[in-house]
């Protein structure tokens, strides 16, 4: 893993995604719970967003010809609806009837966004980058980790 960029954003994937059964198996009443998984998602998805859109989408879009631009561009554009939802999160509060809703958005949003990153772009990744940049970004992307941890 540690010289493998989609290993990197899948081991993300996948802490957000238990993060979000977590979240899913909460009662009603579980407001002080729902608020600290809200802000553990917050924190996750904001530095795997920023990872991403600083050292993986720009060395993506120089391996890519244009039609794989595409899902590029995509992924960009979806990480600024989740962000939205983010900044939503961080100043309502679980007892509010927007919270739910937004936190269920934000979930659907992120599993269509995982789905395609890593059925398509990160295959796609895999073929056309080459192997010294993808160890290049990989070591940058733990060290960037590391710095926001």
Same mark, same amino acid.
Request: one cysteine or more; aromatic letters at 6%.
């Given at each position: ?27 009603? #009443? ?8 809200? *802000? ?55 007892? *509010? ?26 295959? $796609?990744?895999?073929?056309?980058? $080459? ?15 590391? $710095? #926001?941890?």
């Amino acid at each position: 893993m540690e010289n493998d960029p989609a290993a990197i954003i899948k081991e993300d994937h996948r802490k957000v995604e238990a993060l979000f059964k977590e979240y899913e198996g909460l009662g009603d #009443r579980a407001h002080v719970t729902k608020r600290e998984i809200a *802000d553990q998602v917050i924190k996750e998805l904001t530095v795997h967003a920023e990872m991403e859109e600083q050292l993986c989408y720009p060395r993506f879009k120089d391996a890519f010809v244009k039609e794989d631009d595409k899902m590029v561009d995509e992924a960009y554009v979806e990480h600024q609806g989740a962000k939205m939802l983010l900044e939503k999160l961080k100043v309502l509060q679980p007892e *509010d009837e927007e919270f739910g809703a937004s936190m269920m958005v934000l979930m659907e949003q992120i599993r269509h966004h995982v789905k395609e990153e890593e059925n398509e772009l990160l295959p $796609a990744v895999e073929k056309k980058v $080459a192997p010294q940049t993808l160890e290049e970004m990989a070591a940058e992307m733990l060290e960037f980790k590391e $710095a #926001r941890a």
